[in-house]
């Protein structure tokens, strides 16, 4: 727990003697340890006889499922365990001290950070990228955009017009038919093949198809980041969640965590015609000057209704200015450089930040009450 804790609030300030008890098992959370071990036995099973249902029985399923099943935990849209564990853990190191110094969570003191991303799951998908990324671009935004290298022709002249107007190539497992968890054999089978595609399309970032994960096997994966942790979504084929709107390490991993609902859980599965639980979601990681990292599949954004709803999501972003807005690899590397950094103090007792954030980082404040963990940055609350 104290490795993962010491990564995140980056004090200046040790963490002898924390206490670490069932309290604190952060682990327990962002590794989802808290789960039966009988749903990958459940996943393995439907996985096998999928491609027996037809899709449109498959969606008819998950919706008469979805629309029955009781979320107890994690909460879902919004969990605030982890994060109110984690200001939790800052009252009892104190040591004495009213203001804890720590490295801020993203550039310039910006308040919290968005990040845009997309899976293409099948060839029809490829169609609706240069629509979705029009919109994207009108209000000046940039996403990553994650491939499934053998299931559909990936063509390079639009692997290299991606990248060269901004956006970002990753990749999305390898042939999407839910096996690549199935076994620890097919998984490093696969990831070698995986692997090969990353280095010839200079992809550094993976989200596993259907989110399929496991932290155990991921931790030598060979990226820079991976994206396949939700903080919470009871709707998926593996439900749960790591609890975390903020990136995490698992080994040398960096995982950047879906933060907010899926397009498709959104508006095939559970039939919102609106876009209130986004809504809802961003102002509650704003407020926890957390990261809003969104999953948009083109293919199924075909409609007048669904592209209008997603303008309307990006014109609601656009319209507030307080916001980290970059691609996932670069998110991961900021968080790399911040994890490298150390709060040190001159010889007059001021903070201030040593190593790769020294230039751009900033030094904000724990502000410690008996009853509440309030954060500075640049003289302004940000509880």
């Not at 365990?81 to 804890?100: A, H, S, V, W, Y």
């Not at 009871?234 to 950047?256: K, R, T």
Request: glycine fraction near 6%; proline fraction near 5%; charge should be neutral.
């Amino acid at each position: 727990m104290e490795k993962h804790i010491e990564k995140f609030w980056k004090l200046a300030i040790a963490f002898d003697g924390l206490e670490a008890d069932n309290k604190y098992d952060i682990e327990k959370y962002l590794f989802e340890k808290y789960k039966e071990t009988k749903q990958s036995k459940l996943l393995k099973t439907y996985y096998f006889v999928k491609p027996l249902i037809p899709r449109k029985m498959q969606i008819f399923l998950r919706r008469k499922k979805a629309r029955t099943q009781e979320v107890s935990f994690p909460h879902w849209p919004i969990e605030e365990k982890l994060e109110d564990m984690k200001r939790d853990i800052l009252k009892n190191l104190r040591k004495g001290k009213d203001k804890i110094p720590f490295i801020w969570f993203w550039p310039h003191g910006k308040n919290f950070a968005v990040v845009l991303t997309h899976d293409v799951e099948t060839s029809r998908g490829l169609s609706n990228i240069e629509t979705i990324c029009g919109i994207e671009k009108k209000y000046g935004f940039r996403s990553s955009w994650n491939f499934v290298p053998e299931r559909y022709t990936v063509n390079t002249e639009l692997l290299e017009g991606l990248s060269n107007d901004g956006f970002e190539i990753g990749i999305h497992g390898l042939k999407h038919d839910g096996k690549l968890f199935n076994s620890k054999q097919i998984y490093e089978r696969r990831m070698n093949q995986i692997e090969k595609y990353a280095s010839e399309w200079g992809a550094v970032g993976f989200r596993s198809p259907s989110t399929h994960r496991n932290p155990d096997w991921m931790i030598n994966m060979p990226f820079e980041y991976d994206s396949s942790f939700p903080d919470t979504d009871p709707y998926e084929p593996q439900p749960g969640g790591c609890l975390s709107i903020f990136p995490f390490f698992i080994g040398n991993l960096l995982e950047l965590p879906i933060t907010l609902a899926q397009d498709h859980t959104l508006f095939e599965i559970l039939g919102y015609k609106d876009i209130s639980i986004w809504k809802q979601k961003i102002a509650w990681i704003e407020k926890m000057n957390g990261m809003v990292l969104l999953v948009v599949h083109p293919d199924y954004m075909f409609t007048d209704i669904r592209l209008g709803l997603y303008e309307d999501f990006l014109k609601i972003l656009s319209q507030k200015s307080d916001f980290y807005h970059a691609l996932p690899c670069d998110v991961a590397n900021w968080w790399r450089r911040r994890d490298r950094s150390n709060i040190k103090f001159d010889s007059g007792g001021k903070p201030h930040i040593e190593g790769p954030l020294a230039e751009d980082g900033i030094v904000a404040h724990a502000e410690l009450s008996s009853n509440k963990v309030n954060l500075v940055v640049m003289g302004q609350h940000l509880a």
